[in-house]
């Protein structure tokens, strides 16, 4: 399992940890608030065939919602658009070589609902 990539809010962490196997892409965010922890994540292909984003939405006991997500690496922004109307931009890691992929996770609001995810691709970073 490689991090490749970590963020933090408050007393909130986590760590995005992804591994190839079986020519499937495994990516888990592990979470942890004080003495709450919890993984999660999806497998499958890296990309679905004629997608640019796969990406996986949930939710542990004590945790707020996360979203986990995995880019092809043209893919410049990935903005969650909201019910509630605002918008949420995440921040994508550099395209890690190993899986010719990039990837992000975020926090969301308690009861989010999204509405769509809007992406803006551009030349390979």
């Not at 608030?33 to 542990?60: E, F, I, K």
């Not at 986990?68 to 949420?88: H, K, S």
């Not at 395209?95 to 609001?109: C, N, Q």
């Amino acid at each position: 399992m490689r991090e490749v990539w970590a963020g933090e809010a408050g007393q909130l962490r986590w760590k995005v940890l992804v591994r190839s196997e079986h020519g499937e892409v495994l990516s888990f965010v592990e979470r942890q608030l004080g003495p709450v922890t919890a993984t999660s994540g999806m497998a499958g292909p890296a990309l679905y065939p004629g997608q640019v984003v796969n990406w996986w939405v949930g939710r542990a006991t004590g945790l707020p919602y996360f979203i986990l997500v995995r880019t092809a690496p043209n893919v410049q922004r990935v903005t969650v658009v909201l019910a509630q109307g605002n918008p949420i931009p995440l921040q994508l890691s550099p395209v890690i070589e190993e899986f010719g992929l990039r990837f992000a996770s975020s926090p969301l609001p308690d009861a989010a609902e999204i509405v769509e995810l809007q992406i803006e691709t551009g030349p390979r970073e």
